[in-house]
């Protein structure tokens, strides 16, 4: 017998970078003066994504009794959420009392402006003794792998991944997959300050009707001002609700949902195990298998 749970997850981030970048201008007096190198510029970024957990065909009641739950375990639990990530990089020196904010519109529902605040660094627990070596057994796992959407399977498929046929660096290989462009936000770094919201003094909940279009300010003592607007199109975006899910798992699965405006694209995953084989079955939407 298969347990399958199927969730539908929906993420999107805008990120937004406002740099200064300060350049010296040298007089002809001083043209064969080395240049001096330009200093690193402030990086700001504005993460927001729209998340849906949910299981196709399940009630309402049944939903809202799992973000129950959700809440009084610490996670978001069923339903649609939105979240909010806002980090800062700045070369400046640290002020004595360091302050920035960033000042959000109306419609975001979450007061005038939300606070970003420098972590503070936690010191490190010196080991006296060191840990007793733990022998580290192979791990035992067999995984059927297939991809694309159609009423049967495609030539080639499963992929099988068994770790009692490979060897661990082959195992780590098979599940490496295709790797999305690098970002790389703002992080706490030498040299540079570092905040971000939500933090200790401010973690509001995202409301589900919050929306980012206006004017965004972000100001304080130790970077620049930075100014800019957010339009429809990168917005929140709404969540993933199925209108249909049909099929067998002896057969095919046929699922569909609703359009997303501001969607540039969709992408589907799918899990499920055999409690008596042992084995884990996972599926994607793509028309090509990982490399």
Not at 262 to 287: P, Q, V
Request: hydrophobic share 35%; with cysteine.
């Amino acid at each position: 017998m298969i347990r399958q749970t199927a969730k539908a997850f929906l993420r999107a981030v805008f990120t937004i970078i406002c740099s200064l970048t300060l350049i010296s201008f040298n007089s002809a007096e001083s043209a064969e003066k080395p240049k001096e190198k330009t200093p690193p510029a402030t990086q700001y970024w504005m993460s927001a994504a729209t998340q849906n957990q949910t299981i196709p065909g399940m009630s309402d009641e049944m939903s809202g009794m799992g973000g129950l739950m959700g809440k009084i375990m610490g996670t978001p639990g069923f339903g649609a959420h939105r979240s909010l990530l806002l980090q800062l990089n700045s070369p400046q020196p640290l002020p004595q009392e360091p302050s920035a904010a960033h000042d959000i519109p109306p419609g975001q529902k979450m007061g005038e402006s939300l606070p970003l605040v420098i972590p503070l660094k936690e010191k490190r627990k010196e080991e006296h003794e060191k840990a007793p070596e733990e022998s580290v057994e192979k791990p035992k796992a067999r995984m059927l792998i297939y991809w694309g959407c159609d009423e049967t399977v495609g030539k080639g498929q499963p992929r099988v991944v068994d770790t009692e046929k490979m060897s661990p660096a082959e195992f780590g290989k098979s599940l490496t997959g295709r790797m999305p462009s690098p970002h790389y936000p703002p992080s706490p770094r030498s040299g540079l300050i570092y905040a971000d919201w939500p933090n200790k003094k401010s973690s509001i909940e995202v409301p589900k009707d919050s929306s980012l279009q206006g004017s965004q300010f972000v100001h304080g003592n130790y970077l620049p001002d930075i100014k800019f607007s957010i339009d429809q199109t990168h917005d929140f975006m709404a969540p993933v609700e199925f209108t249909s899910v049909k099929g067998e798992l002896s057969d095919s699965i046929r699922f569909t949902w609703k359009d997303i405006p501001t969607a540039i694209g969709y992408f589907a995953t799918a899990m499920g195990h055999n409690e008596k084989t042992g084995e884990t079955i996972i599926w994607s939407s793509s028309e090509l298998p990982d490399p």
